[in-house]
Nanobody, 118 residues
Framework: QVQLVESGGGLVQAGGSLRLSCVASGRTFSWYDMNWFRQAPEKGREFVASISRSGDSTSYGDPVKGRFTISRDNAKNTVYLQMNSLKPEDTAVYYC???????????WGQGTQVTVSS
């Protein structure tokens, strides 16, 4: 079992920045590829970014490419999402997701709200 706790969300003006954090506990963090997803009101969950277990491979959803950066610190069991040049359409609940590289079992955090005002 893996527990994921997100933090760092809040209210920010358009053009501003936020950094989200997700701390994992319960299993060896480096066994997991890590992802960020988001869900806006009345919309489905959307892929934001992913990072491999070692951190040497990342990918991003088209809406956030060039503005968001995913990173991880395996020594701190933490994955980050640096969000720059935020837009009102980035408003959503952001979720951390861990996927085991061995079993493909995945875990989700409770989410953190990001609100971008225009």
């Amino acid at each position: 079992q893996v527990q994921l706790v997100e933090s760092g969300g809040g209210l920010v003006q358009a053009g501003g920045s936020l950094r989200l954090s997700c701390v994992a506990s319960g299993r060896t963090f480096s066994w997991y590829d890590m992802n960020w997803f988001r869900q806006a009101p009345e919309k489905g969950r959307e892929f934001v970014a992913s990072i491999s277990r070692s951190g040497d491979s990342t990918s991003y959803g088209d809406p956030v490419k060039g503005r968001f950066t995913i990173s991880r610190d395996n020594a701190k069991n933490t994955v980050y999402l640096q969000m720059n040049s935020l837009k009102p359409e980035d408003t959503a609940v952001y979720y951390c997701n861990a996927v085991s590289v061995y079993t493909a079992v995945d875990y989700w955090g409770q989410g953190t709200q990001v609100t971008v005002s225009s």
